[in-house]
Structures are given as C-alpha cells and as structure tokens.
C-alpha cells in the first residue's frame, strides 16, 4: 500500500487547486479504470477463480493485486475531485504578475532559460513542464513580474531567478446560451 508515489497529501491547509485541464485529466483516469480496466481485470478474476486452487493461480492472484491498485487509485481521484477547486487562468485578468497558471519563463544565476507552467499539486509533471503551486520555484515566482530577481531555496540550495516572460492562456471564446 506504500507504492502510491503519485497519491501525495496537500501541504497542510493547503487546498486542491486544479487547472480545468488538469481536472478533465483526472476525471477522464477516473473514467478508464472504472468504465474499462476494471470491469476486464474482475472478468479475468472470475475466470481464474473457476480454475480451482487460488494459491498458485497467476491470472488470480495478480488480478486481485490489480483491482486492489485500482481501487486504490480510484478512491484517492474521487476523494480528490470532490474537494479540487478549478481556476481557470485563462480568466486572470492581472496578467502582467505570476499567479497560478501562469507560463513562466525565466533564468538561474548560469544565464540557462526555463519555462514551466504553475499547476495543481495533483498534475504536475515536469516532463510537461508543469510544476506544483507548492513547489520551492513556484512559491520563489508567485507574484513576481517581468524583470523581478528571486531567490528559489530548491534542494541544492538557494539560487536566483530572473523572470523574463509570463503567459497565461487566451480566454476560450465566448460562447452563446446552451439550450438543452
């Protein structure tokens, strides 16, 4: 049950902060394992059960190991999205200060450019470039402008940033009344 790596706790009174994005993804994980991947693993059980001794029945054991995960998974993106508050930061209308989903692009003290965007603890993926609201660069970056040096105390140790760029997204277009 400790191998949850991607079920970390919020910071304490910290709240769920998710960009609509970032909750779409979640809902849509949701979705999957409750809607396709666990109804196959529970057939795959309930074949192997029939197969007589569990002990050393693969399909079974590992199934159950799986809804086991599933369950798991389930549960914490449930208990998640019930408390996530979605801020759209297209709708930021200060937008010459860094807020949370802001796009920011600056440099360290080695003059190396980065750009990262500030997103919910729950989707952030450096692999995107998404770093957590909670994060020692995007805590250095809250409220900061253009030109504004900060110091970000990270893992090794404190350094300074320069911002040098802030986006956030264009406001999705108006759309008239939806009739039902």
């Not at 086991?68 to 200060?97: C, M, S």
């Not at 919910?120 to 995007?138: H, K, M, N, Q, W």
Request: glycine letters at 8%.
């Amino acid at each position: 049950m400790d191998d949850a790596d991607d079920e970390k706790p919020l910071p304490p009174g910290a709240r769920a902060y998710m960009t609509p994005a970032g909750a779409a993804r979640m809902r849509a994980e949701l979705h999957e394992l409750m809607k396709v991947e666990r109804p196959k693993i529970v057939e795959i059980v309930h074949w192997a059960a029939g197969n007589g001794d569990r002990s050393e029945n693969g399909d079974y054991l590992y199934g159950k190991k799986r809804l086991r995960e599933i369950d798991r998974r389930a549960r914490f993106l449930g208990k998640r999205l019930e408390i996530a508050e979605v801020v759209d930061p297209a709708a930021q209308t200060n937008r010459d200060r860094i807020f949370f989903g802001a796009t920011v692009t600056f440099v360290n003290d080695n003059d190396v450019q980065r750009t990262v965007t500030i997103v919910g603890a729950d989707e952030a993926d450096l692999a995107r470039g998404e770093v957590s609201l909670y994060s020692p660069i995007a805590r250095a970056l809250l409220r900061t402008r253009v030109g504004d040096a900060v110091v970000m105390h990270g893992p090794a140790g404190p350094e300074t940033i320069e911002v040098v760029g802030i986006s956030y997204p264009e406001d999705p277009p108006c759309q008239g009344p939806v009739t039902p």
